[in-house]
């Protein structure tokens, strides 16, 4: 079983480059509708949901709890545009205090045997997800309510962003650029910009080496 690190402080957005620019550029973030999430497990119960309680739209942004893991890597960054944002919980919180229809809150993990139409409290819906699913260690922030918007947006401040940290598939010289453009839009050049040492780390390499 993986260890657990739910009350941790840091939670981590794994996207693209595009993605994060605009973030940085606009302020905002993007909750998406997640119908169009590739685990259909995840999908389809939230759709239930919405149809329970009657909601008219819901979107949602998904973050890892803790540190970098290759799987999270992998699963939604993959490639040399990937990149990790992690964010002060508390910080980024702040920007989502008093907007109506905001929830949030992290997911527990079931086993099918576990379940039963009759022990699923329909509020924590959004919030379950399978048993294999559990190394993913995740936090999410939903919206829902009236809207014929395709996505949903809320200004956030940067301050709340810790560090970025760039894929590591990324060439070590187009990384420095990527950095550089980085800082300027963030308005921080001291803010931490680092390319992921996860599938390379010399200092690792360098203790096991005589």
């Known amino acids: 079983m993986p260890m657990r690190n739910h009350q941790s402080n840091k939670i981590n957005r794994y996207t693209t480059l595009p993605v994060l620019l605009d973030l940085l550029k606009r302020k905002k973030l993007v909750l998406l509708n997640p119908s169009t999430w590739e ?6 119960i939230i759709m239930e949901y919405k149809k329970r309680k009657n909601i008219r739209n819901l979107f949602a942004i998904c973050f890892g709890v803790g540190d970098e893991t290759v799987h999270h890597w992998k699963a939604y960054a ?3 545009s990937g990149c990790c944002i992690e ?10 205090k008093n907007k109506n229809g905001i929830r949030y809150g992290n997911v527990i993990y079931r086993k099918i045997n576990d379940l039963n139409e009759n022990t699923v409290d329909i509020d924590r819906i959004p919030f379950i997800k399978r048993w294999p699913y559990r190394c993913e260690n995740e936090f999410r922030i939903l919206w829902e309510g009236r809207t014929n918007q395709k996505t949903m947006e809320f200004e956030i401040n940067l301050h709340s962003i810790n560090k970025i940290t760039l ?3 990324i060439p070590v010289d187009v990384s420095d650029s990527v950095k550089d453009l980085l800082r300027s839009e963030i308005g921080d050049p001291s803010r931490k910009i680092n390319r992921s040492t996860l599938y390379e780390n010399n ?3 360098k203790i096991f080496k005589r």
């Open 203 to 205: 200092r690792w390499i």
């Open 167 to 169: 894929s590591q598939r």
């Open 87 to 96: 964010f002060d919980k508390k910080k980024l919180l702040e920007s989502f």
């Open 78 to 80: 993959d490639g040399i």
């Open 39 to 44: 685990d259909r497990n995840d999908a389809e």
